[in-house]
């Protein structure tokens, strides 16, 4: 996220559904990882890209793998 390259707390909503049952869901990512699920019942999944951010240099994630 924006707030791991610019050493600063930034937060993210996202507002969604389960792609398997459709079920709405709204979930809350901040940039040290830490997030919440609105909605009781779903168990959403993350994963943080295994990055050296100091020496990260590309464009964005993408051009990194």
């Known amino acids: ?3 791991r390259l610019t050493e600063t707390l930034t ?3 996202i507002e969604t559904a389960c792609g ?3 079920q709405q869901m ?3 990512v ?4 830490q ?3 609105e909605l009781a019942g779903p168990k959403p ?3 943080e890209p295994q ?3 100091p020496t990260f240099r590309e464009p964005n994630i993408i051009h990194a793998y």
């Open 1 to 3: 996220m924006q707030g």
């Open 11 to 13: 937060k993210a909503t």
């Open 20 to 22: 398997h049952c459709g």
């Open 26 to 28: 709204r979930l809350t």
């Open 30 to 33: 901040d940039s040290e990882m």
């Open 35 to 37: 997030y919440e699920a």
């Open 45 to 47: 999944m993350f994963f």
């Open 51 to 53: 990055i050296d951010w």
